[in-house]
């Protein structure tokens, strides 16, 4: 792979403008059977995502991922979205006791609108085994799998039945693999998405390394469908991670979900914990992006996301901080 780069070597070029508020801006997409406000989905990590923040979101029409770390309870998650006619969305992972969750589903005819399959090393027969399981019990789920990094491994798991997949192995905010392995995305994740988009013939979800509001429309403009957010959305007051003050300033705590803190012990570590900048309410940033992303359509000189795939762009290495 050459000519790597990453969110902050990019610039897109406006072109002329089409418009005449920003607020006629779309910034709708489309996953499976459902449409949702903006390409953007919180992380289905234990700081970011909780029921009341999928039911928020949910409810107003955003895409969520509930996370898969209290496994006992996504049984009863699915009936109550369900009850308050809800779409639900959950996380699986690959052990032996998913498999036989996935029959249970099925045997309850609690069928989940969407399944991700949540897994740090996506390319594995593990993957593509969960894959063809979901499919063959639970047919009309849509099923995320991941988190892949190669062309290879997208068209692997889009093979075996999956109907998205997501990009980003050690990007992320939270995340070690990159020190702890060698391997990874990181620092070339936007060119990674890139190169997995053009082997994609379904949506691709970029995952990790989301900085600022902007590195959202660049995703979209190098083939992503929607964009997965750990770091910025756990800073939030709703954000299920701990509050806490430090010199007079407000942080929320941030763990990986591979981070020696989730899983109790230290085995196969590759996350850490950190605390985020506190951010006030998830229902302000949401509006934020919305109308981060809608002036970005308009400087594609659009009026909805495809503008932005149709963007001309720049290779600056580094300089996007320039000027601050
Ligand atoms: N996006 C990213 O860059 C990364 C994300 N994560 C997150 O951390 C969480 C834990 O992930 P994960 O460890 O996959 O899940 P689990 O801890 O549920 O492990 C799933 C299964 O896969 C096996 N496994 C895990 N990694 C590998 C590997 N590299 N090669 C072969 N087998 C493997 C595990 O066995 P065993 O443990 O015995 O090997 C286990 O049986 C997830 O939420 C994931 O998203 C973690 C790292 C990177
Ligand atoms: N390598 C690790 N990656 C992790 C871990 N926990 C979560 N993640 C990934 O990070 C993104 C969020 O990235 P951010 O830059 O927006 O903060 C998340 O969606 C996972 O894919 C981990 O322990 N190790």
Redesign the pocket.
Known sequence: MNNVFDYEDIQLIPKRCVVSSRSECDTSVKLGEHTFKLPVVP???QTTMDEKIANYLAENQYFYVMHRFEPETRQAFIKDMHKKGLISSISVGVKEEEYDFVQQLKAEQLIPEYITIDI?HGHSDAVINMIKHIKKHLPSTFVIAG?VGTPDAVRDLEEAGADAT?V??????????KLKTGF?TGGWQLAAVKWCAEAATKPIIA?????TYGDIAKSIRFGASMV?????F?GHEESPGKTVEVDGKLYKE??????EF?KGEKKNV???KLLVEYKGKLADTLTEMEQDLQSSISYAGGKTLDAIREADYVVVKNTIFNGD
């Open positions: 992380a289905n990590m740090a988190n997501k980003g192995i050690g990007p992320g905010k939270a995340c070690i693999t990874g995952d990790g390394g989301i900085r997965m957010i750990g770091s910025i756990a941030y763990f990986g979900s591979a981070s989730q590759e996350g850490k």
